[in-house]
């Protein structure tokens, strides 16, 4: 792990104060975790597919992450311990860089909480749960950056033009193109190098 792409990710990452701010309707609190990566001196982030037969969010693609276990556990340990139930990434393999903008869906009811980490370059295939995970992505931050644009998403009957992110047959939409979003803004060229 280069020690100066992770100050940069600090520095850049440093501070959200709004995860301390969330006032909870009926929500329920999740975490996830975007797991950075580097091949030469361009970042990968990795991303999941859920299965198509999941109750919810089927056949999307999201970061690893879920819901958090109860009220009193920490919100990076919650994502730390979902990324290694469901792709294997050891908590000890992870260096925590900062934390994104909480972000809510709209009909599921979560306020997820993004953490942003650093992970050696994967040498193994992925473990995944193959109850919830279908396919591990790694994308290249460039490649995302690329493929940016407002496309119309139809669910439940309804059209809506939304930001996404097309990488060859992935379409992030949703609650992860947002925390995409958010992290592609604050590290700026980091993300198109």
Known sequence: ????????????????????NVDLAHETEAAVLVPLFLVG???????????????????????PGGRRDHEREP????ALREAEEEVGLTPASVELVGTLAPVRTFVTGYVIYPHVGLIPRPDTDWVVSENEVAQVMELPLKALVAGFDKRPVTRRGMTWSTDSYVVGDHFIWGATARILGDLLERIGPLGSA
């Open 41 to 63: 001196e361009e970042l990968h982030a990795v991303f999941t597919k859920r299965r198509e037969d999941m109750r919810r969010h089927p056949g999307e693609i999201s970061f």
């Open 75 to 78: 919100l990076q340990t919650t």
């Open 1 to 20: 792990m280069t020690t100066a792409i992770a100050d940069e990710l600090r520095r850049r990452l440093a501070g959200d104060e709004a995860s301390a």
